[in-house]
Nanobody, 126 residues
Framework: QVQLVESGGGLVQTGGSLRLSCAAA????????VGWFRQAPGREREFVAA????????YYADSAKDRFACSRDFALSSVKLQMNSLKPEDTAVYFC???????????????????WGQGTQVTVSS
C-alpha cells in the first residue's frame, strides 16, 4: 500500500519561508513525477509545483515561480518544496501527489495523480 506523508507546514509571517517535505512508503519515486498542490478554504485544489524524479525537471504555477523551488532529496528519498517570500494568499493545505511518467505530460493536472498525501497546513500571517 502506497502512503505519502507531507511534513514541514506551519505558521509563518509574511515574507518568511517554509520547507515542505514529501516522503513515500510502499513506492519509490523512480519513474514517477511528484506534484505539490494546495487548497485554500472555499477554493478548488490547485497545482503549485512538480518535479520529475528521473532527471529533475521542474514545473511551477505562475504564483509559485521565482518564490518556490522543488527538489529531490536522494538521501532521504523525498521531495522538498522550498517556499520563500510567503504571502497571506499562500495560506492553504498543501498536498503532495504522485503520477506515473517522466515526460512532464499532464503534470499540472490533478486527475493525472494517482496517490495523494493527507496534506499539511501552511498559514501565512499578515
Amino acid at each position: 500500500q502506497v502512503q505519502l506523508v507531507e511534513s514541514g507546514g506551519g505558521l509563518v509571517q509574511t515574507g518568511g519561508s517554509l520547507r515542505l517535505s514529501c516522503a513515500a512508503a510502499g513506492l519509490t519515486f523512480s519513474g514517477y513525477s511528484v506534484g505539490w498542490f494546495r487548497q485554500a478554504p472555499g477554493r478548488e485544489r490547485e497545482f503549485v509545483a512538480a518535479i520529475v524524479w528521473s532527471g529533475g525537471s521542474t514545473y511551477y504555477a505562475d504564483s509559485a515561480k521565482d518564490r518556490f523551488a522543488c527538489s529531490r532529496d536522494f538521501a532521504l528519498s523525498s521531495v522538498k518544496l522550498q517556499m520563500n517570500s510567503l504571502k497571506p494568499e499562500d495560506t492553504a493545505v498543501y498536498f503532495c501527489a504522485v503520477k506515473r511518467g517522466s515526460n512532464g505530460w499532464g503534470i499540472r493536472r490533478l486527475d493525472e495523480y494517482i496517490y495523494w498525501g493527507q496534506g499539511t497546513q501552511v498559514t501565512v500571517s499578515s
